[in-house]
């Protein structure tokens, strides 16, 4: 039996935080609170190595779900569990702020549950093919973004939006596929289940609270924005900003 990896919690915990901290500054300027550049580094940076964290973690907890003889069944059941909390944000986001004001059709859990789907069966191909898997969609990313919006809409899944398409969060197969490529290419490199720091060294106490939230990062995920729109909105009636 494959143990669960602090190591892995922590570095999720962190993206945690930092998903967090960026979506706070989000929402403050989506309420009109504070004007920022969310086109331009340095907070463009922070988005991307958020999501540069979460999805190639994705890739390595493939490998380690594979290393715990997960069926290709039991993987698809996930795959569906988060497909359907996909869904349900969906359903929530066209209520507000509905589908001129953002609606989320594609984000990061929907990718990811596609992700998940997909990636199980790369767990099986060679390293190396992963690695140039995992570079050649990436740059793909960059020629797809280089290309003016089509007139479908269903083909945005793929990284090819619709013209007048506008959404909150968006996570295209292209190019964000290539990162849990290079996730699961950096679980089979390190192979950190047969020799994990975890079974040597124990994780420090002062690390505890961020292991927490990585094993929690899905529950995270789905209540943070709801409790901080409330706090910032209480906060604004309060001090009449």
């Known amino acids: 039996m494959v143990q669960r990896l602090w190591e892995l919690d922590v570095t ?7 998903m967090v901290f960026y979506h706070l500054l989000f929402d403050l300027n989506y309420m009109g ?10 907070l463009l940076i922070l988005q991307r190595l958020v999501a ?14 594979r290393l ?19 869904l349900l944000i969906t359903a929530a986001t066209f209520v507000y ?10 984000g ?3 990718f990811i549950a596609v992700a998940v789907l997909l990636g199980y069966f790369f767990t099986r191909l060679p390293q190396w093919f992963n690695l140039a898997a995992g570079v050649s969609v990436l740059g793909a990313g960059f020629w797809l973004s280089s290309l003016p919006p089509v007139s479908t ?17 968006y996570y295209p197969l292209i190019p964000w596929f290539g990162v849990v490529l290079i996730g699961i290419f ?13 079974g040597k060294v124990a994780m420090p106490k002062l690390l505890a609270g961020f292991s927490y939230l990585g094993r929690n990062a899905l529950v995270v995920y789905l209540v943070h924005q709801p409790i901080l729109f409330g706090l910032l909105l209480g906060a604004n009636a309060l001090l009449g900003v």
């Open 52 to 65: 540069f964290l979460f999805l190639s973690l994705v890739g390595v907890s493939l490998v380690l779900t």
């Open 186 to 198: 950096t679980g089979q490199v390190m192979d950190p289940f047969s020799k994990p720091i975890s």
């Open 97 to 106: 702020p509905g589908s001129q004001g953002g609606m989320i059709v594609f």
């Open 108 to 110: 990061i859990i929907h």
């Open 33 to 42: 609170l504070a004007v920022l550049d969310f086109q331009h580094p340095p």
């Open 153 to 169: 809409p269903w083909l945005l899944w793929l990284g090819l939006p619709p013209i007048g398409f506008y959404t909150l969060d």
């Open 12 to 18: 999720r915990g962190i993206a945690v935080v930092l």
């Open 68 to 86: 715990k003889g997960v069926t290709a069944v039991e993987n698809a059941k996930r795959a569906a569990g988060l497909f359907g909390i996909a």
